[in-house]
């Protein structure tokens, strides 16, 4: 079933444009000129329930924009929008039943407050029961370890426990949609590492999740399916898997050896299409291949077979190799590029 459903969505920002040495008494006499912003281009999306997207792109790309006419807290341009089946910035109090979000860069929760004040303001706010609230405060607090926080005030936490102080926030009437946008900025890797363990958690639990993050190692930990866009448009959307596979199938196999070789020129010849370059001045060999044409195995064979191998590693692609060529506009896919095609002996890319 789909949870959220976008329809050639756009947002564009409307700004008057400043005129200098204008006095600000005549300003209205003369004719008024706006700049405009395209932000989001006509974005169609459909997320199915218990779905984890990533939702990423270069600054500036329009991702905040998206997550916020997804969240109703912008009113769309022109296009559709349908979360839970209702128009989110139509039907606000409805909409704000079935999401849970979070910014990043800013808090819900009241600077002054306690933290636990807080989350029963938003108790009452959500009309919780009082057993509801209890059961999803306990979740909330053992799987965020934020038992010794719920006493301080919000202005008073660091900026990672203020972080797993919103997701509780956001999280406790457990909404059946969770968008977060760059929930990790600026945090360390324990508090990074327990969000992501928490993310996995409520993800396996069925919540649908809409991860806008410049962290891809979260991306690779947290999601299944990855959009890219850039310049408000989906540049890419499909299986994180599948992007790989597609993109950017090639290994690296870096093996060191006993002694400088005096030609590769047998490696690559063993090797149709795989690329072999000297490393370490001489005392190491990359061999770049596609194992879809070669085993890992056969390329050790066939180097094996010129030189004295000491040592090995192979490298795989990671996601950001691939989200780093998209954004570089390498990968835009085309109509002879699509991730349906089947693994042919295409070049590696
Ligand atoms: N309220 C606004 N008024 C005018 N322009 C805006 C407004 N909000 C965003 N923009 C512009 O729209 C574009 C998209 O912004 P958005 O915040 O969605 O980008 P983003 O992908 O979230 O980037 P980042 O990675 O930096 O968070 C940018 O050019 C931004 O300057
Ligand atoms: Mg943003």
């Not at 860069?105 to 209890?134: C, F, I, K, N, P």
């Not at 457990?174 to 969000?195: C, H, M, N, Q, W």
Request: charged share 25%; glycine share 8%.
């Amino acid at each position: 079933m789909a949870r959220i459903e976008a329809d050639d969505l756009r947002k564009v920002f409307r700004s008057p444009d400043k005129r200098p040495g204008l006095a600000g008494s005549l300003r209205h006499l003369v004719e008024r000129r706006y700049s405009e912003k395209v932000a989001v281009d006509g974005i169609s999306l459909r997320v199915d329930e218990g779905e984890a997207v990533a939702y990423v792109g270069p600054n500036g790309a329009g991702k905040s924009t998206t997550i916020k006419l997804l969240t109703g807290i912008l009113v769309p341009t022109s296009g559709e929008v349908r979360v839970n089946g209702i128009v989110p910035h139509r039907n606000r109090v409805e909409n704000a039943r079935g999401i849970g979000v979070v910014f990043g860069q800013r808090t819900s929760l009241w600077w002054d407050l306690a933290v636990r004040d807080s989350l029963e303001l938003l108790r009452d706010m959500h009309g919780l029961s009082t057993a509801e609230y209890w059961a999803n405060l306990d979740r909330l607090v053992e799987m965020l370890g934020i038992g010794d926080l719920l006493s301080s005030t919000a202005r008073r936490l660091s900026l990672g426990q203020r972080m797993r102080a919103d997701l509780a926030a956001a999280l406790l009437h457990d909404p059946p949609i969770v968008y977060l946008d760059e929930p990790t900025i600026g945090l360390d890797i324990e508090v990074k590492d327990r969000l992501r363990a928490f993310l996995r958690q409520i993800v396996a639990e069925g919540t649908t999740l809409v991860l806008t993050t410049h962290d891809l190692g979260e991306i690779e930990d947290v999601c299944s399916r990855l959009v890219i866009i850039d310049h408000g448009r989906i540049v890419h959307d499909g299986g994180l898997r599948q992007v790989i596979e597609t993109y950017a199938r090639e290994r690296v196999m870096h093996v060191d050896l006993a002694a400088r070789p005096v030609s590769l020129a047998g490696i690559a010849t063993r090797l149709a299409g795989a690329t072999v370059i000297e490393e370490r001045d001489g005392l190491g060999v990359a061999v770049t291949f596609d194992p879809l044409a070669h085993t890992a195995g056969d390329v050790l064979t066939a180097i094996q077979a010129e030189l004295q191998v000491v040592d090995l590693r192979i490298k795989e692609p990671a996601i950001e190799d691939v989200v780093r060529r998209v954004y570089a506009g390498q990968l835009i896919p085309g109509p002879d590029d699509s991730p349906d095609d089947s693994p042919d002996d295409s070049p590696v890319r």
